[in-house]
């Protein structure tokens, strides 16, 4: 069976279309953000009878994040450490659990600004040397050094995300697939055996 002839208009037509399409797929299709939220100098101690977790964070995609902040956004670097006894055919029986968080924004004379508990603030114009300034060193308390029993294996989770804050939480649920974070979460795993 021959194919009907086509008329210049529906040849254009259809061509359109498939540029269209094909437009329409790249952009869906981006690459994702090229940022992510490194974990550097991991360690646990007994400091003064508590379990203590000392890391530090490296943000990289810098360009991604500058441009966030400079929109007049506000973000946070949300960290949840867990400590849980491990488990072979069950799941890991939790211990102690914290979390930390801390606000990066934009002043209006230029400057950034990221809010540390319990520390201040601490001001630079220089985006990547504020956050080795501040974030180089962050300490969690996981509780009292006590919960640990000789002989057991232990499992400490880090989750590491940094989300902008000034997304309302139904938009966030309600367009689940869409990634609102300024970086993706990253979670890091460290087994032990006191």
Do not use: H
Request: hydrophobic share 45%; net charge positive.
């Amino acid at each position: 069976m021959p194919f009907p002839k086509s008329s210049p208009q529906g040849v254009r037509r259809r061509a359109a279309w498939l540029a269209l399409a094909f437009f329409a797929t790249v952009w869906c299709a981006r690459p994702a953000f090229a940022q992510e939220l490194l974990l550097s100098n991991l360690v646990l101690n007994n400091f003064e009878g508590k379990i203590r977790v000392r890391f530090g964070v490296e943000p990289t995609g810098l360009d991604r994040i500058r441009q966030v902040l400079v929109a007049g956004e506000r973000l946070s670097l949300v960290c949840v450490a867990r400590l849980a006894v491990k488990r072979d055919y069950v799941w890991n029986r939790e211990v102690s659990g914290a979390k930390w968080e801390s606000e990066v924004r934009r002043l209006k004379g230029g400057d950034f600004v990221v809010s540390l508990p319990g520390q201040g603030s601490m001001a630079d114009k220089d985006l990547s040397a504020l956050f080795r300034k501040a974030w180089n060193e962050i300490l969690v308390d996981l509780g009292s050094w006590d919960r640990l029993e000789r002989g057991q294996t232990y499992v400490l989770t880090l989750e590491l995300t940094l989300v902008r804050q000034d997304v309302s939480p139904w938009l966030k649920k309600g367009l689940f697939f869409w990634p609102f974070d300024a970086a993706p979460p990253v979670s890091y795993q460290l087994d032990f055996t006191y």
